[in-house]
């Protein structure tokens, strides 16, 4: 039986000879439409850096973009128009991918995805009307997963996830951004074997089933209980504030930037960018899990120590004679 390593290398390899041998389209390519609601954009750059395969490969071969910000020639209303048509001619078929937090403040005014005829079009009336005839719905990032970093603390546009708003299962790819593969590698899975097992935060767990933690190649300096005092220490980075322990990602063998490096391998903690509660659990960042507090919240008072008998008088008696 090959061991974990071995068979991800199997697998690797199977991959790559697949796309050499020209990695055959599937059946059809489904439509897909790309909503941007309080985002960055950070997300939508994850998707156009994939590598195996690029951006260009996947839109000749594997996806047909009817509605994108960035990837459809269409503008105004005759943008509108095709994602109209796109959702009457392919209701139940086409995929919607949602990027950014859906605001509910000020009757969402704070993210128009459209304006046709002199008509806006809040991300909120968008998504709730687009939402359930789509085959699919993908929340890319945390934003659109959970809230993010759109819904911290004092969240003043009142936004939200886009689970909150949809009666229907949402497959949340989060990430601050996420990485390309996480949300290319969601998409190949819909294409060729359907929805994706995921964990009780509906992401897939061919990404998130296990904590950054479980991986790190700094464990070991952990589970001996050697602890980096500052910034750029090779040890163990969790009394700076790393979250790894409760974040699932698979970013220590996966890596960023073409696979060569990923946060804590470049001296800094995982701000635990796939959870549920990012950013406000994670803060502050550079404190110890047990120290975290939420914005808006006091932080967590440990008990005061018991004075010593005679203490009292001694700090009265050294505070005067200063």
């Known amino acids: 039986m090959l061991s974990r390593d071995e068979a991800y290398s199997d697998f690797c390899s199977h991959y790559r000879r697949w796309l050499r041998a020209g990695a055959p389209a599937p059946a059809w390519k489904p439509p897909m439409i790309w909503v941007e609601c309080n985002a960055c954009s950070g997300d939508k750059i994850a998707l156009m850096n994939t590598q195996n395969p690029n951006l260009g490969e996947v839109l000749y071969r594997y996806i047909d973009v009817r509605f994108d910000n960035a990837l459809v020639a269409a503008e105004g209303h005759h943008a509108w128009d ?33 304006e046709s005829k002199g008509q806006r079009f809040t991300a909120e009336e968008v998504i709730t009307t687009i939402g359930p005839k789509a085959g699919y719905v993908i929340a890319a990032g945390t934003c659109a997963s959970f809230g993010g970093p759109s819904a911290a603390y004092p969240n003043p546009s ?129 404190v110890p899990l047990p120290e975290k507090h939420r914005p808006g919240q006091p932080p967590s008072i440990p008990p005061a120590e018991p004075t010593p008998p005679g203490a009292e008088g001694q700090r009265q008696h050294t505070s005067s004679a200063n």
């Not at 959702?87 to 005014?109: H, I, N, S, T």
């Not at 969601?186 to 097992?197: A, K, N």
């Not at 995921?198 to 602890?227: A, I, K, M, N, W």
């Open 82 to 114: 095709q994602l109209l048509e796109t959702v009457a001619r392919y209701e139940d078929k086409f995929y919607l991918f949602v990027e950014g937090a859906v605001p509910l403040k000020d009757q969402g005014l704070y993210a128009i995805v459209a």
């Open 158 to 286: 009142g936004s939200v996830g886009v689970r909150d708003v949809l009666q229907r299962p949402v497959i949340n790819v989060s990430g601050c951004p996420n990485n390309p593969d996480w949300i290319m590698g969601t998409l190949f899975h819909l294409l060729f074997y359907g929805e994706p097992q995921v964990d009780e935060e509906g992401r897939p767990l061919l990404f998130y089933q296990y904590t950054v933690h479980r991986h790190c190649q700094r464990r070991s300096y952990f589970d001996r209980d050697e602890f980096a005092e500052e910034l750029g220490d090779i040890e163990c980075m969790f009394q700076l504030g790393c979250v790894g322990p409760r974040t699932p990602s698979d970013c220590p063998y996966r890596q960023w930037n073409g696979y060569v490096n990923w946060p804590v391998r470049a001296n800094t903690p995982c701000i635990g960018c796939t959870t549920v509660e990012f950013p406000d659990g994670s803060m502050p960042f550079f």
